[in-house]
């Protein structure tokens, strides 16, 4: 459930890559003693974009982040290990925290397939410790998840409200159900954030758009599915939405994603034609001409009447919009692979 109607200082909140000052802390806001947000997986593409927006808008000590790897002023922590509250103490205890954001998570849909009990402890067991430990510390607790928890049949097809009935069809599907149901049994005031194909500025150059541009822009066809649908999802407003439903204390199941329900072909067009990339180089095949080990849902993607009924304000864009937000790092991108 949520506290009301989120009541933000802007009439229309969005976060850019020239408007991440909005979400910049008043003056009469800062303590004299900063409490941090926690970021768990601050290296994947949400984690990574996450950790800018705060750093830029909130200052440089704004954010604990973890990692799997060793890193110089980060703290380690994976996910598959962590099985104890008494750890994550042991982890955390000294740091004020403001809240807690899990967004690491073991995303490889097929690579689950192979490790599904490595699937279950990273997506699974480990947000459920961390959940319990914000319990604890009575901190909002963020879970990042997944329209995988879905089947999209045809028979049963999206955009799929909070409370549609969840069918996984594969480990990665099933182990982020179980994720969200430790998280939610764990800590009584965590807010499940379920999203779907998320693409925008990636320090990693690894995410879909990313492996769309560095082939089009080097002339190499490139195959789509064509009868998989979803509503792709601009990262930077994922986060804005995240940041934003936690400061309205906002708990509970939410869906989150961009307004168009796009097939992935379509999506592809519309990203090609928004930086001027060769369309005819995309060839749309069926999802089981690609021999994916991991069934997807097909006719999927997320409804999210809920979050504008309580964040009315939050706004999510469209794929043009969101590529000419980030078209100058973009762009940057495309002079390198063509150089």
């Excluded at 807690?100 to 849909?109: E, P, Q």
């Excluded at 997807?296 to 000419?324: C, D, F």
Aim: net charge negative; proline share 4%; hydrophobic share 45%.
């Amino acid at each position: 459930m949520a506290r009301g109607r989120c009541a933000g200082r802007m009439d229309e909140i969005e976060i850019g890559m020239q408007g991440r000052d909005l979400l910049a802390p008043r003056s009469d806001e800062v303590a004299t003693v900063q409490a941090r947000t926690l970021l768990a997986g601050a290296t994947g593409q949400v984690g990574t974009q996450m950790l800018r927006v705060l750093r830029d808008t909130r200052g440089p000590e704004a954010a604990v982040a973890t990692t799997r790897h060793a890193r110089e002023g980060w703290v380690h922590l994976d996910f598959a290990e962590l099985a104890t509250l008494e750890e994550a103490a042991a982890l955390f205890d000294g740091y004020a925290l403001d809240s807690i954001y899990c967004v690491a998570g073991m995303t490889a849909v097929d690579a689950c397939e192979d490790q599904p009990e490595l699937a279950f402890r990273t997506n699974a067991r480990g947000p459920g410790v961390l959940a319990a430990y914000a319990q604890r510390r009575a901190l909002p607790f963020v879970y990042f998840s997944t329209e995988y928890v879905f089947d999209g049949a045809a028979d049963h097809s999206g955009p799929y409200e909070e409370t549609a009935l969840m069918q996984p069809l594969s480990v990665y599907g099933r182990s982020k159900l179980a994720g969200e149901e430790a998280v939610l049994a764990a800590c009584a005031g965590a807010l499940v954030l379920r999203t779907t194909v998320v693409y925008g500025p990636d320090a990693r150059q690894k995410n879909y758009l990313y492996s769309l541009m560095r082939s089009l822009a080097t002339g190499t066809r490139m195959r789509v599915p064509a009868d998989q649908v979803s509503t792709p999802t601009y990262n930077l407003d994922l986060i804005a939405a995240a940041l934003g439903l936690v400061e309205c204390g906002a708990s509970g199941i939410f869906h989150v994603c961009g307004p168009e329900l796009l097939g992935r072909l379509e999506f592809a067009e519309r990203i090609a034609a928004a930086l001027q990339l060769d369309p005819t180089l995309l060839e749309g095949v069926s999802t089981a001409e690609l021999g994916q080990r991991a069934a997807r849902p097909l006719a999927a993607g997320l409804a999210t009447t809920k979050l504008r009924s309580l964040y009315p304000q939050l706004r999510m864009r469209t794929v043009p919009e969101a590529i000419e937000d980030c078209a100058g790092e973009l762009r940057a991108f495309l002079a390198e692979v063509r150089a």
